[in-house]
């Protein structure tokens, strides 16, 4: 069955560097999205992309975080400068239709 | 603003106790309402998507209803590896929303042998 594969599972990061989440969607999907599952809280958007671009963003999504399709195949979250609230799961999911989304495992993201 | 409230937090069966999990919402045009199930350390694994009130969908020992305010996820005869945290969510359709799902905080099933 297709997967969404992320990578790295765990990353670890002092304040203030910089990330990136990589993620490999479905091959024949065309909508992207990141969420994230601050540890013990509900899982929560953070962006939405189609067409090589942000169709929708939260207001947790501000200027620190951006995203990109750099080729066919890959999509990353980067976070520009980390901070100790950025702690979390990050899940890349992509979907066909916008109706089914499949989600990766996941990485976690500790910023010490 | 779409809401989703999950109860009870947490619940534990025996083994073949059968029970519901409840998901309440709040939403300005239902697009869809989803239940997944997450392992610990794992993203949410897609189970069903439910569209309009009267609608369910049955798999295996798991079956979701939907009325216009509340999802249930019926578990029938369950065994310890139906243990997950099960998670609503629903996809609303107005105020710009481009199809973003909000999720409730879940319900942690036990299944005890």
């Known amino acids: 069955e297709p997967e969404v594969t992320q990578t790295p599972s765990h990353q670890v990061t002092q304040m203030g560097q910089e990330v990136i989440l990589r993620c490999v969607p479905i091959s024949n999907h065309l909508y992207f999205y990141w969420y994230r599952q601050i540890l013990g809280q509900k899982v929560e958007f953070l962006v939405s992309?189609?067409?090589?671009?942000?169709?929708?963003k939260s207001e947790i999504f501000d200027d620190q975080f951006s995203v990109e399709r750099p080729d066919g195949s890959n999509f990353t979250l980067k976070i520009r400068s980390t901070k100790l609230e950025d702690s979390a799961m990050y899940f890349c999911?992509?979907?066909?239709?916008?109706?089914?989304?499949?989600f990766g495992s996941g990485t976690r993201l500790t910023v010490v | 603003e779409d809401q989703v409230t999950q109860s009870p937090e947490a619940l534990r069966l025996q083994e073949g106790e059968s029970s519901s999990l409840n998901c309440s919402y709040t939403?300005?045009?239902?697009?869809?309402l989803f239940w997944y199930r997450q392992d610990p350390g794992k993203g949410p694994e897609f189970l069903f998507t439910?569209?309009?009130a009267g609608e369910e969908k049955e798999k295996e020992r798991l079956k979701a209803t939907l009325t216009k305010k509340e999802s249930f996820l019926h578990i029938t005869a369950p065994k310890p590896e139906d243990s997950a945290t099960y998670l609503c969510?629903?996809?609303?359709?107005?105020?710009?929303?481009?199809?973003?799902?909000?999720f409730g905080k879940g319900t942690l099933l036990t299944v005890n042998p």
């Open positions: 939403v300005s045009g239902l697009r869809g």
């Open positions: 439910l569209y309009s």
């Open positions: 969510a629903v996809q609303g359709g107005s105020g710009g929303s481009n199809y973003k799902l909000t």
């Open positions: 992309f189609y067409n090589n671009e942000i169709s929708e």
């Open positions: 999911a992509s979907s066909r239709d916008r109706a089914g989304y499949t």
